[in-house]
């Protein structure tokens, strides 16, 4: 079974600019978790998606970060304009089902982002 | 807001030594989950602890959750350099499936 993936692995872009990160989640899997970590500071959450709809998404910094998963099935997080302190590493979460608070989160290997 | 602050956040000692990892807070969390990063890669879970005093083991690792689910520890007996690696504590409390991240713990053993 393959498990979550991102794309791309590495952005590097300039201030101002537009970046779509994506993030394929295990089949099957309902909920789908985005993360970020920047320099020096813990992963934190950024928003969950149930299905195609944003379950919760307190940890998103502001309206330059819009993300979306139609069709329920991957995801994409797009950062218009990218600001240097939106540099890090976004890693994107899958789990199967909603019932348990103990399910398991699969992570994917990130995206390192680097805005200049 | 809920914090975990984890420590110690660096840590190197030689093969064969033990070391324990505190990751504590002033929230309670429903469960507590330990994960282990290699370069490159996200976060894999070792274990998960859902009940006060509860007490996990996987090989010469050792997990607590405390009493009061507000903290918990790693031990690892007899290290050895295949141990290598961030290890990450991580939160969920009530209804929320949000993950809250420790600064976690950048562990060497040295052979």
């Known amino acids: 079974e393959a498990g979550v993936t991102q794309f791309p692995s590495h952005s590097v872009i300039e201030k101002g600019q537009t970046v779509t990160l994506r993030c394929d989640p295990i089949s099957g899997h309902d909920n789908l978790y985005w993360y970020r970590r920047v320099m020096g500071k813990e992963i934190k959450f950024l928003l969950h998606?149930?299905?195609?709809?944003?379950?919760?998404e307190s940890g998103m910094p502001n309206n330059r970060f819009l993300a979306e998963r139609t069709g329920g099935t991957y995801s994409t997080l797009k950062v218009q304009p990218a600001e240097l302190e939106d540099s890090g590493v976004y890693f994107c979460?899958?789990?199967?089902?909603?019932?348990?608070?103990?399910?398991?989160?699969?992570f994917g290997p990130g995206t390192r982002l680097t805005v200049l | 807001t809920q914090l975990l602050e984890q420590s110690p956040q660096f840590l190197s000692i030689q093969e064969g030594e033990n070391l324990t990892v505190y990751c504590n807070s002033s929230?309670?969390?429903?469960?507590l989950q330990w994960y282990r990063q290699e370069p490159g890669e996200g976060p894999v879970l070792l274990v998960t602890v859902v009940t006060g005093g509860e007490v996990k083991k996987l090989k010469r690792l050792t997990f607590q959750f405390g009493d009061a689910r507000k903290d918990s520890s790693l031990h690892i007996t007899a290290a050895q350099p295949g141990d290598t690696g961030l290890y990450l504590c991580?939160?969920?409390?009530?209804?929320?499936?949000?993950?809250?991240f420790g600064q976690g713990t950048r562990l060497t053993i040295n052979p």
């Open positions: 979460a899958s789990s199967q089902a909603t019932f348990f608070l103990t399910d398991t989160q699969y």
């Open positions: 929230s309670v969390f429903s469960s």
């Open positions: 991580a939160g969920a409390s009530g209804g929320a499936q949000k993950l809250v």
């Open positions: 998606f149930v299905k195609e709809s944003k379950q919760d």
